[in-house]
Each structure stands twice: as C-alpha cells, then as structure tokens.
C-alpha cells in the first residue's frame, strides 16, 4: 500500500468536508428549505416596487414589508396616494388585510389564499413565501440544469394527502446557491395554470438573490405582475409588536 503523504491527507480532508454540502445538493427538502432561509433569512426589511400589467393597462405600487421568522410577515403599501395604508399581515397560518377606506382588518378565511392580491398576478399565499411549500408537500428531485454557471435542481412538489391545497403539483428551480429562480403552478389535472421566474439575480444584503420576479397566468398571455425589490436588509431586529393586528391597523 503506498504511503500517504501530507498532501494525499489534505486532498482527503477537503474532500471529506465538501461531503454534507454535497449529500444536501441530493435532498429535494433540504434544497428548498435553504431557499427559503435565503429568501427571508430569520428576519427581513425590504421596499419593491409592483408593476401590474392587466387588460385595462399598466400600474405601479411600491410597497414595504417585513418578515421573521417563518410565521410572521407584514407587507404595507406606500405608494400611489390611493393604494397607501392598505396592508396584509401574516401571523402564523392565519392571514389579515387591512383597508385603510374601511378602517377595519379582516381576518381570510382558508379558501380566500388563493385569491389575487391587490389585483395582481400574486395571490394572498405567494405574499408571505412561507415554508409550506416544504412542509405540506414531498419533495423529488427530477433533474438539473444550469444557469449563470450554475447548477440548477429542478423539483417536483406533490401534496401530502389531507392537506388543503389548491395545486395539484409545483415544479421549483433552484439554484446551487439557494437561489429560487422559477415556481411552476399546475392544477389537479396536471395542467400548468400560472409561472413565476426570477429575471434578475443580483446581490441585496449581502446575498445573491431573485430581486425581480415576474408571475403570469396561462389564462391571460401578455398579462402579468412584476415585483422588483429596491433594497433589503436581512438578520436584523424588529420589534414584537410590528407582528400584531394592533399595528396592521395602527401602524407605529
């Protein structure tokens, strides 16, 4: 047996510390969880700016949110005059809007999720990109391909039995650095109904991320939402109270 030298052992050293990176790249779970961890990270502050191009033509929001943890999500517009103060809020699973005109926070029912959000491509459950994905799903790793330089997983995400969920299945992208850089939607007959793609990549906050996405329906070509995020912050503090009904309504 030939002798290891002091080079051998180092070529075995790296390669065993590239071993649990390299297993993760197979686990479809692990894969998608990083991308959500990239995404909001254990908290967020980010301003974007929503183009909706309809039927009837084109409007810009721009909105704040923030976001901790996986449970807790509030997104405030800030702009034009007459869309400022409306505002959805995340709490958990239960969802809140408040309209600003009726000065009053509704709680959404379960079967309103799927519902557009503020007339956009987006709907309520897309809002908050909570893990739900991961959880309420199994996960299976179809293929990958590449993109910018680099690997791309391509998984296939099918509902658990029992679980409430309008999609028969998702098609999710992700990049080997956790970008998420496509989500296909399909029904329960396994047609595709709507696509979201991230059109640019660029680093915000000290991480690479999708900083403009694009939703569109199958059901309406040359129609679409686009989100572009301006600026974002992450693993920062934020106050308890930014995450109540109280403040949704009343904001401090």
Known sequence: MPKLTRRHLMMIS??????PSAAMAQDPTAILQAAFDNWRATSSHAVAEMTIRGSSGTRSLTMESWTQDSDNALVRFIAPARDAGNATLQSGRRTYVFNPK???VIQLPASAMSQSWMGS??????LT?????VSDYTH?????????GHA?????SIPKRGEPIVWGKQIVHVRDDYVLLRQEFYDQSGNLVRTMVAD????LGGRPYPSELTMSSVATPGQYTKIKTLSAEFDIDLPDYLFTRSNLQNPR
């Open 14 to 19: 790296a390669a065993a510390m590239l071993l």
């Open 102 to 104: 009726l000065n009053q």
């Open 121 to 126: 491509d987006f709907s309520y459950s897309d």
């Open 129 to 133: 990109k909570t893990e739900q994905l």
């Open 140 to 148: 299976r790793l179809i293929g990958t391909t590449s993109h910018s």
């Open 152 to 156: 791309v997983y391509v998984i296939e």
């Open 200 to 203: 640019r990549v660029t680093t």
